[in-house]
């Protein structure tokens, strides 16, 4: 039956034009019945030529794919399925080969001696050392065992030893068939059983602004304590940052801005280069008007912050401090 197989396969690749693409995929699924067909001998070590022979098959099978550029996607899934087939067949075979009774060759001692002195010359010397050495048992077994070269021997061992290499590995990308989805485990709706309530109704009469807290009354208690200065000229960092806290330091620096942008309040340097702050006198607002306008992007961080604090020696605040309890900071 394995003849008439490659017979058939022959045939196809050197006239697939009388068999097209229906005869090539019947003889992917014949070849895939010879396989199975020769299971019985793989199990018994004895399918090495029918192993060569399906391989030698299968290539022309798909020489005759790429030869006649068959464009079909499912040609290549048959491949694929015929290849893994084959690589489980072989893999079969190979794992039930017998090589025949060698326990006579050595015995177990002159075995185990010989692998001893292959992963360490020194052995022999060191078991007399060990002898000598009073000490713990289980101590003496474990250096013994670590002064082997474990690698060396393992090393040896795959070079020529017959011990078959397994191909499991290559299975995965040869699958074609999809995985099944496991069945998802339905969600159970608790909230049936339990009191229904309903959210409290809330008009847009209801949701007041806390005056306090909005950006125009900061504004303008910002601008009251400039106003109420002894100074007519305050050092803009005293003025804005709060040494308890660094959010409130921000927020009040935002504020400034305001101002500024409204022209209520002008930042200039004085002789040092140190920035202050003032308010504008009535001789000087025709001059602001017609000033041309600037913008300055500032960076405020943390060690800014306190480097500030220190250098100005800033203990006391300006701008009252708002009692939010997680924006406070404590030296």
Known sequence: MSDEITQRISEINSHYENYGIGGLAQAYEEFKKEVARAEAAAYKGEAGRL????????????????????????MFMKDSEALKRTAEF???NAEHLRFGDLGGALTQKELVTALKNFMNPDSVY??????????SGQENATETFNSFNWEKLGAQFYLHSKTVVPSYFLYGPLATKRRKQAPRARTVDDTVS????????????????DPEQSTSHMVRTVYGVLNDADDEKVNLFKFFINPKSFAQSVENLFYTSF???DGKVKIDVDELGVPYVEIPDESTDVEVESAPVS???????????????ERFKITELLIPHRDIEEDTFEE
């Open 295 to 309: 913008h300055h992007i500032a960076t405020f961080d943390v060690p800014t912050w306190r480097a500030l604090i």
């Open 126 to 135: 060191l078991q007399g050392q060990q002898t000598e050495t009073q000490g």
């Open 194 to 209: 339990r009191d229904k309530t309903t959210a409290q109704k809330v008009s847009t009469t209801d949701i007041q602004e």
């Open 90 to 92: 072989a893999s079969l």
């Open 51 to 74: 192993v060569l022979e399906r391989i030698k098959d299968l290539e022309k099978l798909f020489a005759t794919v790429t030869g006649n550029e068959v464009k079909e996607l499912s």
């Open 259 to 261: 101002l500024v942008r």
